[in-house]
Nanobody, 123 residues
Framework: QVQLVESGGGLVQTGGSLRVSCVAS????????MGWFRQAPGKEREFVAA????????RYADSVKGRFTISREYAKNTVYLQMNSLKSEDTAVYYC????????????????WGQGTQVTVSS
């Protein structure tokens, strides 16, 4: 069983930067697709970014392209989301998620989810 624990959220001003982390415990996730999602108050959860098992391929939502970067550190079983040029509309709870073994970057469901970390961007 894999557990995902997010950290690094907080309060930041518009235009600022923040990095959130997701540590996976239990079975190694080194070959699994990992992703970040977010949910703002009153809105549905939405996809933010994903990274392949090899780390060589990434995907981003149009709303964060050029501002956010997803990466992974295998030795620490950790996935990061570096967020730059933050906007008020980036305010949300950010969730880390993992796909099942063998799933690709574009196919297959996310099976495991963390509890989320709050990111608040103030003007």
């Amino acid at each position: 069983q894999v557990q995902l624990v997010e950290s690094g959220g907080g309060l930041v001003q518009t235009g600022g930067s923040l990095r959130v982390s997701c540590v996976a415990s239990g079975r190694t996730v080194s070959n699994d697709v990992m992703g970040w999602f977010r949910q703002a108050p009153g809105k549905e959860r939405e996809f933010v970014a994903a990274i392949s098992g090899s780390g060589g391929t990434t995907r981003y939502a149009d709303s964060v392209k050029g501002r956010f970067t997803i990466s992974r550190e295998y030795a620490k079983n950790t996935v990061y989301l570096q967020m730059n040029s933050l906007k008020s509309e980036d305010t949300a709870v950010y969730y880390c998620a993992r796909k099942g073994r063998g799933a690709s970057l574009v196919e297959g469901p996310y099976l495991y989810w963390g509890q989320g970390t709050q990111v608040t961007v103030s003007s």
